[in-house]
């Protein structure tokens, strides 16, 4: 009998073993599940031996990227239109940019949403605003669907994408993605970067912040930034990127990243060091009328629009430069020099961050995503300008009196103003387009500069891409490129379809495509594009 025992136990061993062995190599050839996140780890069998000894661990389940997957940048300039950058035939510098172009291609057919906040939502989810309960900006969200400022749980963003299938993630800068109702120490922190799928957040969380003394938050937490006379913040946060990704790649060389790069630059306050604003000067003593039309000519000559393109009209309200005063002509000259100072450290701060990945060997198998603008060129500064921005929401007329900004000439753009430009540079800087920022219905509020880098892969450097896109067709771009399928479940909540199209292989048709912000809309079908402007002004 005992015999008989024994030999049952051991043949019971043997099966076990067996079949654990059997499972374990079966689970190792097969093909983990990324369509559920977070992906789910290998069932192994009850280890049976009697033995501490004699047992043999299982292998530990560790999700990593796909083989060859790419590090993932996407830089997000704010409140800059299509006439912004020198590679777009701009006056203004941005030879980082330009450099990405030369190497890369640039789509001179790229959109946006015509506002901040829906269009961060949408180039982060791939889904359009609406979807993302995104429908205006965060300050004024409502109950009302689609528009809460709320983003839906069935509604993944790729950073949490990214981080459960193997990627470190990051954000720098600017988010103006959550409700401000949650932005408080109390919560609920589900919208916060943290909890978008990003494991290190450096950055602020409204619109927009003061550059030399920044509303901070370095994760979930308010951190001082330095007394120091020369901090600034586009400098701040371009270092702390470049420490972060740096330690990244030392901690663990084989785990690629993806860091989401998003300045507060270069929207309103235009605050900047006087060393870039004094080589600036002079330069803008023309007027937007002949900086312009030059633009425009340069654009012509780039081939970045097409040669029997019309100069579209200025908007009434923008008077010719000839029939302002001196006065006026003085300081509006003024305003412009320093926004173009703002948007030169800007991209040579970005600039940094790109060399850095560089400096670490890694640039050739990083996909960038360079987007001037998450709109038109901001013309929210008025008629006159502000020297400080805060005065328009408070109704305090002087904030806009010619005189009295006349007086802070000298110190426009220090810490003593908090400033804003003349509307007529906003027209000019969206050359060839009639209209800027928040008008949905015309592409001067929605058509961005796009550069996308990434050497490993893209040989015709310097391209053109003429293809229509939306910021929607980022996500679905970078899944492709690494090789990650769209998730059907994040975090036990099945999701709603990625609603843009990946750049990567299949050209976009546009067919009865909507644009919307507030009360301002348009419809995109095939080459032509029809809105009503009455609604938007």
């Not at 047992?55 to 996407?74: T, W």
């Not at 003593?285 to 200025?314: M, Y």
């Amino acid at each position: 009998m005992k015999t008989k025992i024994a030999f049952a136990t051991s043949l019971a061993l043997l099966v076990t073993t067996s079949l654990a062995t059997n499972v374990g190599m079966a689970q190792e050839k097969a093909q983990i599940d990324r369509t559920v996140l977070p992906v789910k780890g290998p069932w192994y069998p009850p280890i049976t031996t009697l033995d501490a000894r004699d047992a043999k661990a299982p292998p530990i389940f560790e999700v990593k990227a796909p083989e060859g997957a790419p590090n993932v940048v996407i830089v997000l300039i704010d409140d800059l239109g299509f006439g912004g950058t020198s590679a777009t035939g701009s006056v203004l510098k941005t030879p980082n940019f330009d450099k990405l172009a030369k190497t890369g291609l640039l789509y001179n057919q790229f959109h946006t949403t015509a506002l901040c906040s829906p269009t961060r939502q949408s180039l982060k989810t791939g889904r359009n605003h609406h979807s993302c309960n995104q429908a205006k900006i965060t300050e004024v969200a409502t109950a009302f669907p689609g528009a809460t400022g709320m983003l839906p749980s069935d509604v993944a963003s790729i950073g949490e994408m990214l981080r459960l299938n193997g990627y470190s993630t990051s954000a720098y800068g600017k988010w103006h993605e959550t409700a401000v109702w949650e932005i408080s120490p109390s919560g609920p922190f589900d919208r916060w970067p943290n909890r978008q799928g990003f494991d290190e957040f450096y950055g602020f969380l409204g619109g927009e912040t003061n550059q030399w003394a920044p509303a901070v938050y370095h994760n979930q937490n308010r951190v001082e930034t330095p007394d120091d006379p020369d901090y600034h913040f586009m400098n701040d946060m371009a270092t702390q990127a470049i420490k972060w990704i740096r330690f990244q790649q030392a901690l663990t060389p084989d785990k690629p990243f993806f860091t989401y790069f998003a300045p507060g630059a270069v929207h309103a306050p235009h605050h900047v060091p006087q060393s870039y604003v004094k080589k600036w000067k002079g330069k803008f003593d023309e007027g937007w009328d002949v900086i312009r039309k030059r633009i425009f000519d340069k654009q012509k000559k780039l081939g970045v629009i097409p040669a029997d393109t019309k100069l579209a009209n200025k908007p009434d309200d923008i008077k010719d430069w000839a029939d302002l005063s001196d006065k006026e002509r003085k300081l509006f000259a003024r305003q412009a020099e320093v926004f173009a100072a703002f948007l030169e450290m800007t991209d040579h701060e970005t600039g940094r961050v790109i060399q850095a990945i560089e400096d670490l060997g890694e640039l050739e198998n990083t996909l960038i995503f360079y987007i001037s603008g998450d709109n038109g060129t901001s013309a929210e500064g008025g008629m006159s300008g502000l020297y400080n921005e805060l005065t328009y929401f408070n109704s305090e007329p002087k904030g806009s009196d010619v005189d009295f900004m006349m007086e802070h000439y000298d110190t426009w753009g220090s810490p003593e103003t908090y400033p804003h430009m003349a509307a007529g540079w906003a027209v000019a800087f969206d050359s060839p387009f009639m209209w800027t920022k928040q008008i949905a219905s015309n592409y001067g509020g929605t058509r961005n500069p796009l550069v996308v880098h990434w050497p490993d892969r893209i040989k015709n450097n310097g391209e053109i891409r003429s293809q229509w896109h939306h910021v929607i067709d980022i996500v679905p771009t970078i899944l492709e490129a690494a090789k990650l399928p769209q998730p059907r479940v994040v975090n036990g909540i099945p999701q709603r379809p990625i609603e843009g199209t990946s750049m990567v292989s299949i050209p976009r048709h546009p067919a009865n495509i909507r644009f919307n912000i507030l009360k301002c809309s348009a419809i995109v079908a095939s080459t032509s594009m029809a809105g009503s402007l009455a609604q938007c002004t």
